[in-house]
């Protein structure tokens, strides 16, 4: 019997299934002919709802107003023709994403409110109290909402990241490899300790040090591809690159 998957490993293979930007998830998941548009739908949602609730939670809202908010901006997404009009206009996907949210907010507080969670809407599971348990987690300074936006944004293209890196690992029969030479992914190079990645990998320090290089170098290739994802053409590539290592490193 085949054992469950992780959610992280079940987002992996559901991203496989379709074309390789999220634009392309869009323009399915809009598609309401499209037999896959309700999976690529749930697959955006489950991918980055946590940025957004995080967003909202910094605006002053109680955790259930919070989840009623996510939960129902999810839902007009596909009702309202927000993915229509995103398609068209394309563009970087998280910027998309946040004015969208916006509006929203501004436009629609009010009614969302007064509606019953999922009540008569097309249901997004989202994992409410997993979502407050990292949210409590969050520090407690003067971060904006924005700025919450923008860092939980790149730690979600970095979690993707390493699910795929991890994945591939795992069908090469290399997931011991991957978990042990995972935490020097950003080490200075002088810092990392060769002889004793060597032994305990049962290889040479040379074969250890073509692993960690093999490993940084696939995961820098897997970074800038899930980056790719989230824009629209090429040219925007470099920026959206700089930007997320920057929100990374709290610049």
């Not at 002919?33 to 967003?55: D, H, K, V």
């Amino acid at each position: 019997m085949s054992q469950p998957r992780e959610p992280s490993e079940e987002i992996h293979a559901s991203s496989s299934r379709f074309s390789t930007t999220h634009w392309s998830l869009v323009l399915t998941a809009q598609d309401k002919s499209s037999p896959t548009s309700a999976e690529a739908m749930e697959l955006l949602c489950r991918i980055y709802w946590y940025p957004l609730y995080a967003y909202v939670r910094r605006q002053g809202h109680h955790s259930h107003d919070a989840q009623d908010l996510t939960q129902e901006f999810f839902s007009r997404l596909l009702e309202k023709g927000y993915l229509h009009a995103a398609a068209s206009e394309k563009g970087r996907f998280r910027t998309f994403l946040l004015v969208a949210l916006q509006r929203f907010l501004a436009n629609e507080w009010d009614r969302a409110r007064a509606l019953k969670r999922g009540g008569g809407r097309p249901h997004v599971p989202l994992d409410a109290a997993a979502a407050e348990s990292r949210y409590q987690t969050e520090p407690a300074d003067s971060m904006t909402p924005e700025r919450i936006f923008e860092r939980r944004w790149a730690v979600t293209v970095l979690e993707q990241t390493l699910i795929r890196l991890r994945a591939e690992y795992e069908r090469l029969q290399r997931l011991p490899e991957f978990e042990r030479l995972k935490e020097f992914l950003t080490a200075e190079r002088g810092t990392i300790p060769y002889g004793e990645v060597a032994a305990a990998l049962g290889v040479s320090a040379g074969a250890a040090r073509a692993a960690v290089h093999r490993l940084r170098k696939r995961f820098r290739e897997l970074f800038r591809e899930q980056v790719a994802q989230t824009v629209s053409n090429s040219d925007e590539l470099e920026d959206e690159l700089r930007y997320v290592v920057a929100a990374l490193s709290g610049g």
